[in-house]
């Protein structure tokens, strides 16, 4: 099962998404009401890769805008991750930097996001020959 609580990251401008992680696909959504969601993207696993993103040196809003603009709202000072789709659900190539409220998010979803990728199925044949 998956707690709501471990998919809600902050995306553009402040945005709440929430992920949802399953055995081959990963949906980002947003939530629509108290028990429903709208998808905004998908991908399969094997199309997805994932890092962490060091704001050691956060790029800072333009002048007069505070809070908006170059930045996202609440993603300046997170725990930033980048998730590169290379095919979404419309065959495009799709790249987002998400927000987790905490470090220890953060590393369960790279963790289980990498963890996919290694486990992506190699294509040379298993076993002997019959």
Avoid at 67 to 72: L, Y
Avoid at 74 to 79: F, N, V
Wanted: net charge neutral; hydrophobic share 30%.
């Amino acid at each position: 099962l998956l707690s709501e609580e471990a998919g809600i990251f902050r995306r553009g401008a402040g945005r709440l998404c929430y992920l949802f992680l399953f055995n081959d696909v990963l949906i980002i959504t947003k939530k629509k009401s108290e028990e429903s969601y709208t998808v905004m993207n998908y991908a399969t696993l094997d199309q997805i890769t994932v890092e962490k993103i060091e704001n050691a040196d956060p790029p800072s809003p333009p002048p007069g805008k505070t809070g908006s603009g170059g930045t996202a709202r609440g993603t300046a000072g997170g725990h930033l991750l980048r998730v590169v789709m290379e095919k979404d659900s419309e065959g495009r190539r799709e790249e987002i930097v998400l927000s987790a409220e905490t470090l220890s998010d953060r590393a369960r979803w790279i963790a289980a996001l990498m963890h996919r990728e290694k486990e992506k199925p190699d294509s040379t044949p298993k076993g002997g020959t019959s």
